[in-house]
């Protein structure tokens, strides 16, 4: 079970997204945290990486590892990126808690030409069993918070973040369907990948594949 | 003035760092008489290893300003710390604000006073004078070593006054560059400053980007605004009022315009600070006791500590400097020689950018520092950007900020890495 903690988990999301990520590119990390990815990418993939952190102290540990991370916000500071600044925009475990989700999409789109989201699904059976069955707001192991307290205001299903980079004119050139220790990947997900993957990774493109 | 005591101790150029450099251990003091090389180290044994120097620069060497006037001869105040490495690449140049000096990490020799920058500059500090050189240089135009209006004009043999040129941040930078050269340096492993020393950290890393490997700007602006100049004029103009000042040529005129000078610093000092921290450490505390005199004396601890910053700040600054080095940051605009484009400034600038706001400065609020971190995007430069929460206002960079000193320690140290300079 010791693959089900939320570090465990983030760990499998983190080494995921790595995977998909071509060495030597650009690659700007929205919502980097204490730098964890951005350090994986620069000493395994060689990249040349930049990030956005909202919080100083996750900016500062980013800082003190030598990455080059600005202190911001993913709805406010991403149009002061110019267009076709990145090979790669990524956003982690981020997307649930921006207030624009589209928006923030959408310049994501402009900057990079490739854009790499990971979220939890909010499809998964578990999910559904608790607000379905038990009548509770969900609270997981990737979710893991009460409804008063959680700073994920705009979550998504694996089939609702597909309608949306269509709606986006994003073509889906690999998605990656994550339970457990289980690492999936799906040229297109369906209603069965929205109903056993916890954890979804989307690399997207704005040209066709 | 008869409160001016009360504040004496405890309280010098910010409201906090009185109490934090009594805490400094203090270094024996250098000698800085107006000899050249003079080695004159500092303290017990330490690797402070403090030199004060000044370097002048003939009339083959001339000093060419923004303004298209040649300087010459002008003379450079300069203090080092720690040692200079074999291959010459563990320099960093630490720039000092508007009314700052060269006693960066030493005690002003003027008034025994701690170095303004000691919390960081020393041994085992966030810049490691066991590791790094450290270059500290009073500006071009200033009062403490470097050629400025005080000083004798080789043409009429009396000080310049208002016929000294008038200087731009650039000028400040180029005169730093003729230092560099005849040290036989080739680049700066860093240039960092606050406020007017974060101006001139951005100025190097532009116009001499091959030479700059990081630039720490704190608490800055890219230019200086409306508000910024209208402050700026405030205070000339209450130097330029006082009767004392002759036009400059209170020199001659053995006087000083002492009050002048003491009200532009007064209205300057409150920029510096915040509100919140005004609201703090003097809410609307009265000075003696409970009871208000009815009258106009300094009834309240802010009346009080402001006259005092008046009063002391003119026994180490000269007013016709405090003139050409506030129009100097008046003139400041990064972008104006780059078609007003900010980012252009910064294209081909390889150097590594930390950029460091305070969310109580209104003098220089975050949103200029965002200004600069986003030109450099835009030039995909290297960059990080650091907003500290604090209530200490524009002169927080001065103080020993716990998250400031987190950032900078992990930026310098990690830049150091990249340029192979190991403990």
């Known amino acids: 079970m010791s693959q089900n903690t939320p570090e465990a988990q983030a760990r499998i999301d983190l080494l995921v997204i790595a995977d998909l990520v071509e060495p030597g590119s650009r690659v700007l990390d929205v919502g980097c945290g204490a730098g964890d990815l951005l350090h994986l990418l620069s000493t395994e993939k060689q990249v040349d990486g930049r990030g956005i952190e909202l919080s100083q102290r996750g900016v500062n540990a980013c800082v003190t590892r030598g990455l080059s991370v600005v202190q911001g916000d993913a709805d406010e500071d991403l149009r002061d990126y110019p267009d076709d600044a990145f090979d790669y925009v990524i956003l982690s475990q981020t997307i649930q808690a921006t207030h624009n989700p589209r928006e923030v999409l959408a310049q994501m789109q402009r900057i990079g030409r490739r854009i790499i989201v990971s979220f939890p699904n909010f499809g998964h059976w578990r999910i559904r069993w608790q607000l379905g069955v038990h009548g509770r707001m969900p609270v997981t192991h990737t979710l893991d918070y009460q409804w008063y307290n959680t700073p994920n205001i705009h979550l998504c299903t694996v089939l609702d973040f597909a309608a949306l980079c269509g709606e986006l004119g994003l073509h889906i050139e690999q998605t990656r369907m994550l339970s457990g220790d289980q690492d999936r990947r799906v040229k297109k997900p369906g209603r069965r990948d929205n109903l056993f993957a916890e954890q979804a990774v989307f690399l997207v493109s704005r040209d066709p594949a | 003035m008869t409160s001016k005591t009360t504040f004496e101790i405890g309280i010098d150029d910010t409201l906090d760092c009185g109490s934090e450099r009594s805490k400094i251990e203090e270094k024996k003091r250098s000698d800085m008489s107006d000899t ?128 000294f040129p008038v200087i731009t941040i650039a000028d400040m930078v180029r005169a730093q560059t003729k230092l560099i050269d005849r040290l036989g340096i080739q680049s700066l492993f860093c240039v960092i400053g606050g406020s007017m020393g974060g101006m001139q950290a951005l100025q190097w890393a532009v116009d001499y980007p091959e030479r700059v ?211």
């Not at chain 2, 290297?382 to 000193?405: C, Q, R, W």
Request: charged residues 20%.
């Open chain 2, 36 to 163: 050249q090389n003079t080695n004159a180290t500092g303290g017990p044994a330490s690797t402070l290893n403090h030199q004060a120097h000044s370097a002048t620069f003939g009339t083959d060497e001339p000093l060419t300003l923004d303004s298209g006037v040649s300087l010459s001869p002008f003379t450079i105040g300069y203090n080092t710390y720690g040692t200079l490495n074999d291959d010459k690449s563990n320099v960093v140049l630490v720039c000092h604000a508007l009314t700052g000096d060269q006693h960066a990490a030493s005690p002003n020799p003027t008034n025994q006073k701690a170095g303004w920058w000691q919390a960081i500059i020393g041994p085992g500090k966030t810049i490691d004078t066991d590791r790094f050189f450290v270059i500290c240089t009073n500006v071009i135009g200033g009062c403490h070593g470097s050629t400025g209006p005080q000083d004798e004009n080789p043409e009429t043999g009396k000080p310049y006054g208002m016929s």
């Open chain 2, 213 to 423: 490997f990081s630039a720490i700007p704190l608490a800055t602006a890219p230019r200086h605004s409306a508000q910024n100049i209208a402050f700026h004029e405030v205070g000339r103009q209450a130097v330029m009022a006082d009767p004392e000042w002759h036009d400059g040529d209170y020199y001659e005129h053995d006087t000083r315009p002492h009050k002048g000078l003491a009200v532009a610093r007064m209205a300057a000092h409150i920029t510096y600070l915040s509100e919140a921290a005004l609201f703090r450490k003097f809410d609307r505390n009265l000075q003696d006791a409970d009871k208000i005199s009815y009258g106009f004396g300094a009834d309240f601890q802010i009346e009080s500590y402001l006259r005092y910053q008046g009063t002391s700040f003119v026994d180490r600054f000269d007013a016709n400097s405090y003139l050409y080095i506030t129009r100097a940051t008046d003139y400041f605009d990064l972008a104006r020689d780059h078609d007003n484009v900010l980012a252009k400034a910064f294209i081909n600038v390889k150097t590594r950018f930390c950029v460091v706001s305070f969310t109580s400065d209104w003098h220089y609020p975050t949103a200029y520092s965002k200004e600069i971190v986003k030109a450099l995007n835009a030039a995909a430069g290297n960059v990080s950007f650091v907003e500290i929460d604090t209530d200490k206002g524009h002169d927080a960079f001065f103080l020993d900020e716990p998250e400031m000193i987190a950032t900078l320690t992990g930026f310098i140290s990690s830049a150091a890495q990249q340029r192979g300079l190991n403990s």
